[in-house]
């Protein structure tokens, strides 16, 4: 696992840059990424830098320095990620080159024979792995930037006016561009708001005018020669979803269950092969100890698996993983962390994500890396479990909600709406109204009308799970950009409601939140993730499944359980998803209360001028006081807060 960096620059401006310098400079930016070692490559007649970070995790030796040329000096690369089954690939361009001679055992040489040997989509596509990079070709002069399917790895992206001329940016985290010399990167209102609303920038959007985020399965091609900026999908959760609903499992239930448990096992296997030492995160609920049986299962000695626990009750689910830990055989280490720890971290999380990040189990996913680091270099983690097979509580939920609205007209649900909101005579929830009364009474009226007049499942669903109704009207030149949760949201093919939301969690929620929480909290801690569900074999295996199979008899995630039942007594897995979560409203009302004055002090927020200080300070009051829990408004704004106060 490494972090990438570089720019390709026009003529008119090469002359008066320092390659060398500004390519260190933004590598040194994204150092914990990559302690282990360092450099760049250049030619400044083209314009082009590349830099890389290295944390070293396959051949240890200077074999494995990047930026790394091919063997035939066409192409340079400067990689980030993991490619499992890079052996293979070797064996196959052996094939076609009996002659070929390998300098080391790194997947990186092994990338770069592909591209030699295939080209660069069908290598992308013979590719399983995590990965982010960077690849200049000498021969046509193309800049190409590409990102592995599910969105593991981040890659940030954009052009940017200098004096004399521009410079197309790149690198790992928004930080290694913002270290570029005499830019000016403006935060973008439009995914501000889209921030507010769903606690993390959506792809294609970043914080920032004018630069974006590669998409999951991308690869963008760039050349000054001839202006050309190419971006192609080579490989689409949404058609993958979409292809499973015609190309459907044929086989009993039993016989899927044993197929899963296969496939899972080669994956397993193939990510726990590393060079340095390795473990898992164990949380106890059904996904982690999924991977940790299968890890166990497979493995000559104990493995390392650690756990975070919380003194809070209700909050804790240390007890249930140790007690995994203990039937399976690993060797398990728990930290229990308590308000006082999260005062520690909370104020650097600034410093984690390179942008505003607001799902507060970001606080629990970075103690529980750092404590990882402490033993192992790689962790494999549960992650994907939930999308793949229906493990959130939410979709049973609103999918009975849908039934009995969706039992009424929408003409008829159109009229009730329209009768219960026409006193209001606002959109907006965030009216000020001279009486408090009105004003919570027409925001439970709004956010029901909302509920019943959904013309689909699909906006029920959007609304359900925005974090902050008309975030637009909470920053001043707030608007709403459109993303694929709205108006571009791609055609799944005939599924069921429930795989509506799980193929919308998929393509969004799943690499904007929870990959990018793994990855920065990690990555921070220069320790490498995988998660061995997004690998794509199993991906497209999960969507050939019937939801039958997935949702079975009110058990989510079934073929899991049933993997299960050879590892662990049901007594240790059937009881009630809790999620590693944290109970950051108590503390921001009490020993991070202090903290969160200064960050939401009026006079601050009219003098910054992002939003509206009537409305955060009134909802900051109220929970303050205990009137009410605004901790899904107010976290965001925080973090926002923070973010901006670092800047």
């Not at 009229?415 to 109204?433: A, C, D, N, R, V």
């Not at 939801?547 to 079975?552: E, F």
């Not at 979560?581 to 209360?593: A, C, K, N, Y």
Request: overall charge negative; proline content about 4%.
């Amino acid at each position: 696992m490494c972090g990438v960096a570089g720019f390709l620059i026009d003529s008119k401006s090469s002359s008066s840059v320092n390659f060398d310098l500004i390519t260190k400079k933004m590598t040194d930016s994204i150092k914990h990424r990559g302690p282990n070692d360092s450099g760049c490559w250049n030619n400044p007649s083209e314009g082009i830098a590349l830099g890389h970070r290295r944390l070293s995790i396959l051949d240890l030796s200077d074999a494995g320095h990047q930026p790394m040329e091919s063997s035939n000096g066409r192409y340079v690369i400067a990689f980030n990620g993991e490619i499992y089954n890079h052996l293979q690939i070797r064996s196959d361009i052996e094939k076609n080159n009996g002659n070929i001679s390998w300098r080391g055992h790194s997947d990186t040489e092994t990338i770069l024979s592909a591209f030699e040997t295939f080209g660069i989509q069908e290598s992308l596509e013979k590719f399983v792995g995590m990965f982010a990079f960077s690849l200049w070709d000498k021969k046509n002069k193309i800049l190409t930037l590409a990102r592995d399917r599910l969105g593991e790895k981040p890659m940030y992206y954009g052009w940017q006016n200098i004096a004399n001329g521009r410079v197309f940016l790149f690198g790992s985290e928004l930080k290694a561009l913002k270290s570029f010399p005499d830019i000016d990167l403006r935060v973008d209102r439009g995914s501000l708001s889209l921030f507010l609303k769903h606690a993390y920038v959506p792809n294609p959007y970043s914080i920032y005018e004018n630069i974006f985020s590669l998409e999951p399965g991308q690869f963008l091609q760039v050349s000054l020669t001839n202006k050309m900026t190419k971006t192609v999908n080579y490989w689409e959760a949404s058609e993958i979803i979409k292809k499973g609903s015609f190309e459907e499992y044929k086989g009993t239930p039993k016989e899927a269950v044993k197929d899963l448990k296969n496939l899972l096992r080669h994956t397993i296997k193939s990510q726990m092969i590393s060079d340095v030492p390795l473990g898992a995160f164990l949380s106890g609920g059904i996904d982690s100890s999924t991977v940790v049986s299968i890890m166990q299962e497979q493995a000559d000695i104990p493995v390392k698996t650690f756990t975070i626990g919380f003194n809070e009750k209700g909050f804790d689910e240390a007890k249930y993983a140790k007690s995994i830990a203990n039937h399976l055989g690993t060797d398990h280490t728990e930290l229990y962390i308590n308000a006082n720890d999260a005062i520690k971290v909370i104020p650097d999380m600034h410093s984690i994500y390179c942008e505003p990040f607001a799902d507060s189990t970001q606080i629990p996913n970075f103690i529980v890396s750092r404590l990882a680091n402490n033993d192992v270099t790689v962790a494999l983690s549960g992650d994907g479990g939930d999308e793949l097979f229906g493990g959130y509580s939410r979709y049973n939920h609103i999918d009975n909600i849908w039934k009995k609205i969706n039992y009424f007209p929408l003409s008829t649900r159109n009229l009730i709406s329209k009768i219960l909101t026409y006193p209001l005579q606002e959109k907006s929830i965030y009216s000020k109204y001279k009486s408090k009364t009105l004003t919570n009474l027409s925001k439970r009226i709004i956010s029901g009308t909302n509920l019943i007049n959904s013309e689909t499942i699909d906006k029920l669903y959007l609304h359900v799970i925005t974090q902050i109704p008309f975030s637009e009207d909470v920053v001043h030149d707030g608007y709403l950009k459109e993303t694929k949760l709205d108006d571009l949201k791609p055609n799944f093919g005939d599924i069921s409601n429930i795989e509506k939301m799980m193929a919308t969690d998929t393509i969004n929620y799943l690499p904007d939140d929870i990959l990018t929480k793994v990855d920065r909290a990690a990555m921070r801690t220069s320790l490498e993730t995988r998660v061995p569900f997004l690998d794509h074999n199993i991906v497209e295996f999960a969507w050939r499944l019937p939801i039958s199979y997935k949702v079975k008899e009110g058990e989510s995630k079934w073929p899991l359980q049933q993997i299960l039942k050879d590892f662990l007594p049901e007594s240790l897995t059937k009881r009630e998803k809790m999620g590693f979560s944290v109970p950051i409203h108590e503390w921001i009302r009490g020993p991070l209360s202090e903290w969160c004055e200064e960050l939401l002090n009026k006079d601050r927020l009219k003098s910054e001028g992002f939003f509206d200080e009537e409305i955060v300070c009134n909802k900051w009051k109220e929970h303050l006081f205990g009137k009410k829990n605004n901790i899904t408004f107010l976290w965001p704004i925080l973090m926002f807060q923070s973010w901006l106060e670092n800047q």
